[in-house]
């Protein structure tokens, strides 16, 4: 099974609302990452946190992690039709970086 | 543009046809990464090259599928004799791996699309 899995598969929001989505995971990790990509183009990173972190903000996105629950969450706030994406969590391989992808979360951001 | 380029974007050939995919990584990194992924999945870990070694190989790269990083800048995949189900989006990813700073964030390219008919 995956390493890591988002919760929910897909969500449907109106312009300005929030969303937010859950990744659980099952090993130990040094980090977590979260992932967008747009229909049918490559992933654009958003945000890394580290194992010693337990919350990140960048612009209208905060991730938390929680290592005792092997869980994190990505909030979006204030949604824009331009968050219409999909979203995946990835956690690195200590060894090579290599990353193991959840089977992310759809995200439609109606106008 | 700096970023991970990959050519062609789109690949369409005909089952049992041989099909090479190029990337090209940003160019300082020294890790270069190849991912596959399917129509609503996420990507899945094919091999990654440290510099020109490739350093590992998932189960899921069969012995139809071979890649390469001559020079340790841009890399190339090949699928020989390919089939349907080889259908989908290959990623390639680039990182800057220093000693002492682990796990730093990849940057993809925009993938190759490849329909095997």
């Known amino acids: 099974s995956q390493q890591g899995e988002e919760d929910p598969q897909a969500l449907s929001i109106q312009e300005g609302e929030n969303a937010t989505m859950n990744c659980s995971y099952k090993t130990s990790i040094n980090n977590l990452q979260w992932y967008r990509q747009n229909s049918g183009r490559g992933l654009v990173h958003l945000i890394l ?57 759809r995200v439609l951001v109606k106008p | 543009d700096t970023g991970v380029s990959q050519n062609p974007r789109h690949k369409i050939t005909k089952r049992g046809q041989n099909v090479t995919f190029r990337c090209d990584p940003i160019s300082e990194h020294n890790r270069l990464y190849w991912y596959r992924q399917t129509l609503g999945q996420g990507p899945e870990f094919l091999t990654y090259f440290q510099n020109e070694a490739q350093l590992e190989k998932s189960r899921l790269l069969s012995d139809r599928f071979s890649a390469e990083r001559p ?47």
Do not use: W
């Open chain 2, 71 to 117: 020079k340790g800048s841009f890399s190339t995949l090949e699928i020989q004799r390919t089939e349907q189900g080889d259908s989908a989006m290959y990623l390639c990813a680039s990182s800057l791996e220093r000693l002492g700073r682990m796990n730093t964030e990849a940057f993809f390219g925009q993938g190759t699309r490849l329909t095997v008919v």
């Open chain 1, 49 to 105: 946190i580290r194992s010693n972190e337990r919350e990140k903000h960048s612009g209208r996105l905060r991730v938390t992690l929680d290592t005792s629950k092997k869980s994190s969450s990505l909030l979006i706030t204030a949604s824009r039709a331009a968050d219409t994406a999909s979203y995946f969590c990835a956690t690195p391989k200590p060894a090579g970086n290599k990353l193991t992808f959840g089977g992310g979360t």
